[in-house]
């Protein structure tokens, strides 16, 4: 099945910074990306995706972009504001959707120093 | 449009015994995810259902199951509890099946067993 690899773990930024979040996937029949949010106690926000056919997709400060050939993909966010202090989580999708449905990353706990 | 709904939000269950929970999809959609979330194995797919269907399945053992209803409302059930099952049950609502629908995910079911 797919294998979703996610680093860092941890990052901390200063505030109006960049954040960058790498995830690499295993299946080369991938083609669905999708980044989720989450905040303490709730569930998990669908903040950007990107399919197998386009390689960068930019939603105001947040972009993301996909390598197919190396198969991964990062998460940017520019100009970082404490609002922004959360657990971030990738995934990846076959099309088939097969039997690991989305596959998640172990996650990025980024904080958004002041 | 209101968003996915899961109830209840809150469980403490004892070892052995079973439980019921539910997630009502964004309306429209009619396929639910159910994953469940712990510290140490993260976001894992445990099953999808799509036209009260059972699409797919995570590898989890059978003492997890679920069904849908007409109106794409889903439940999932787990029997005999163990302490293991602790952890946030998470619902994700998307409008098809198959791989690259958008996941809109539920506040999740923190259920606790003792």
């Known amino acids: 099945g797919e294998n979703v690899e996610q680093h860092p773990s941890t990052l901390s930024v200063q505030e109006g910074d960049s954040a960058v979040i790498k995830c690499t996937y295993s299946d080369s029949a991938s083609n669905y990306f999708p980044w989720y949010k989450q905040e303490l106690g709730k569930g998990p926000q669908l903040i950007i995706d990107?399919?197998?056919?386009?390689g960068e997709k930019k939603d105001q400060r947040i972009a993301v972009t996909l390598n197919k050939t190396a198969k991964h993909f990062s998460l940017h966010i520019t100009e970082t504001q404490p609002e922004d202090s959360a657990v971030y989580f990738c995934?990846?999708?076959?099309?088939?959707?097969?039997?690991?449905?989305?596959?998640f990353g172990k996650g990025t706990h980024l904080i958004i120093q002041p | 449009k209101a968003g996915v709904t899961q109830t209840p939000r809150y469980l403490i269950k004892t070892r052995g015994q079973q439980v019921t929970l539910s997630c009502s999809p964004i309306?429209?959609?009619?396929?639910v995810s159910w994953y469940q979330q712990t510290p140490g194995q993260g976001l894992q797919f445990l099953f999808e259902y799509f036209s009260e269907t059972q699409r797919n399945k995570g590898n989890f053992p059978g003492r997890f199951s679920g069904r849908q209803f007409s109106n794409s409302r889903s439940e999932m059930n787990v029997s005999t509890l163990e302490l293991g099952d602790s952890a946030l049950y998470l619902c994700?609502?998307?409008?098809?099946?198959?791989?690259?629908?958008?996941?809109?995910f539920g506040p999740g079911t923190r259920l606790t067993v003792t």
């Open positions: 990107i399919r197998s056919n386009v």
């Open positions: 995934a990846a999708s076959s099309p088939g959707g097969g039997a690991d449905g989305l596959t």
């Open positions: 994700a609502s998307s409008m098809g099946t198959g791989g690259g629908y958008e996941q809109y």
């Open positions: 309306s429209g959609h009619r396929s």
